[in-house]
Every structure is written in C-alpha cells, then in structure tokens.
C-alpha cells in the first residue's frame, strides 16, 4: 500500500508541473498573440495620424499654390511675358544684329527694291520669329494670340528638342544656320561655302527627316554664305529636291539669292523689315510700324523678330496697329 501511494504521490506532482508548464506556455501565448493586436492597433492608428497629418500638409501646400498662382495670374501680361523667357533665351545672342555677324552694322541692310502694288485687298504682313528653341519661347510667342510664324533652330546638344516642339505647331519654318563673314558664337552643323553638293544635300535630308512638314527655310547668319553664288546653288538645288522654299534673312546686301532663285525659276522672297536690330521696346514699335508701312505699300511684307521680351512686348502693344493689315502665317504671304 505504501508503495502504490508513493507512486500516486509522483503521478500527481508530475501531472501538477505539466498543468504549471502548460499554464505558463498559455500565458506566454496569450501575452504574445495580445502583444501583438495592441501593436497593430497602435500602428494602424499611426499610420492613420500620418496619413492624417500628410493630407493637412498636402492642402497647405495646394492652398499655398493657389495664391502663388492668383498672384500670377494678376501680374500683367508684359509681366508674365518677361517670366516665361527662361535662362535660355537669357543666353542668347542679343539683338537681330547678330544674325549678320561679329561686326555690329549701324543699320540693316536694305531691303531689295520692290514693286509698288495698290490692291483692293488688304495688304498682308507675315511676321517671323527667328531663333526659337525651347518651350518657354514657344509659350511666350504663342501667348500672344497672334499669327507668328516660328521659325526653329535645328536641334543641338543645347537645345535637343526644337524639332519636337516644331512638331507640335501647324505651321513653323527652319532657321538654318549659315557661315557669317565673323561670328565666334557659330551654330553646330553650320552650312559653310566649303561644303560639298553631298554634304548640302545630307544636311537637307536630315532637317527634313527631323522637321517633316517643314516648306520654308531662312538663313541663321550667312552673311558670308548667301554671298556666294556656287554655295547658294548648291543649297537651293537641295532645297528644291526636298520641296523646301527659302526665303532670304537678308543679312547682307551682297546675297546672291535673288540671281539664284531666278536662275531656278523661282520668286525671290525676302525679309523686308528688321523689328529688333535696336532692341530697345518703343525702337521695335516703330520697327513695326514700318513693316506695316511696307505692306500697304507692296501689297505684302516680311518681318524678322527673336523672341526677346521687349520684341513680345512691342507687338501686344502694336495689336491696334494691325488692324490695317492681314497679319498671316508665311503659307498665307502669297
């Protein structure tokens, strides 16, 4: 008997740790698995401050851009003009005086003798804006409301997207870079008097390929180049296989493009008038004047502008001006 209860005795001590070492595993869970629903309750809620807090932040910073906005939007328009030209066109070489090269002319040369039309019709005034390159020229010009043409600069490792920007417009010409007599700030892949018929005509084909719609064509520079009569017969029998029309920049009274495209039977057609030789703002409005003066005179007129702040500014304050005129793209000149 003695035995059999010293045997009891064991069994039940033994029973009565296991139920111990149960209970504790128990607890251990059960502190564990409650451990752990506090835990993600506390970091739902977090992320439920958080997420909170960056919506406050979100609305401020929206609030905080609607005034920035308002308060831009009440600039005015010459204002605005003035900061949508960026660093950019900040670089760019001054006035249209630098289309005809390093040496500064005290004025532009002439334009070619025109005959003198009086027609019924209105007279038409066909502005181009040389030298566009990035968005913010565009976005400037096109702020306008007005029948600009732009006329771009072929793509370059400074401006890799005028031809994208090109694409985007329905009408724009190409602003080929040509060698000047003296200029030290040269355009890459400028066209020099040296180039041989293959290399005109491969420079040709690949601002076709990067400008498809492109039908029009003038000089950046060239004084040096336009002067040549072999260089300019070389470039208009490129042109002319590509179905490309070159209008005269007319940055020297020496160009031998009027004999050119006579011998080609093709019109000459050239700028008239320089709007910001001076780029003084009240200069280019008297600039304007005269091309206007121009048109009613010879029933048609070019003028050649860079998008430079006050050349913009001058033609939204000559908008009254151009009621005397049909202000066209270049399609429409003719």
Known sequence: MAKRKKKQTKSSKILTYVAW???????????????????????????????????????????KMEEISSKKDNKSVNTRLKDVLDKESKKSIGAAAHEY????????????????????????????????????????????????????????????NSAKLAQKESI??????????????????????????????????????????????????????????MAMNRLIYALKAQNIYFIDSRTTAETK???????????????????????????VKEQIKKAIKVAKTHGTAIAIGHPHANTLMALKESKHLFKEVELVYIDRLY
Not at 216 to 221: E, F, S, V
Not at 257 to 283: C, I, Q, T, W
């Open 21 to 63: 070492i149960l209970a504790l595993v128990a607890l251990i869970l059960g502190s564990l698995v409650g451990g752990y629903y506090i835990g993600y309750e506390e970091a739902t809620n977090d992320i439920e401050l958080q997420s909170q807090s960056q919506k406050k932040k979100r609305l401020t910073m929206l609030k």
């Open 172 to 229: 724009y010409m190409v602003h080929l870079p040509m060698e000047a007599q003296s200029f030290s700030a040269e355009e890459p892949m400028t066209l020099r008097i040296s180039d041989s018929d293959a290399k005109i005509q491969s420079r040709i084909r690949s601002i076709k390929e990067a400008f498809p719609r492109v039908s029009y064509i003038n000089n950046h520079t060239g004084s040096k180049f336009t002067s040549d009569e």
């Open 257 to 283: 493009a009027p004999k050119v495209m006579k011998n080609f039977g093709l019109e000459y057609v050239a700028r008239d008038v320089f709007l910001d030789h001076d780029l003084d703002k009240e200069s």
């Open 101 to 160: 090269g390093d040496t500064t002319l005290p004025t532009p040369p002439e334009p070619i003798q025109r005959e003198v039309k009086r027609t019924i019709a209105k007279p038409k005034l066909a502005i181009i804006i040389d030298d566009v390159s990035v968005s913010s020229h565009v976005r400037a010009i096109k702020s306008l409301n007005l029948p600009l043409t732009m006329s771009f600069l072929p793509p370059s490792k400074f401006r890799p």
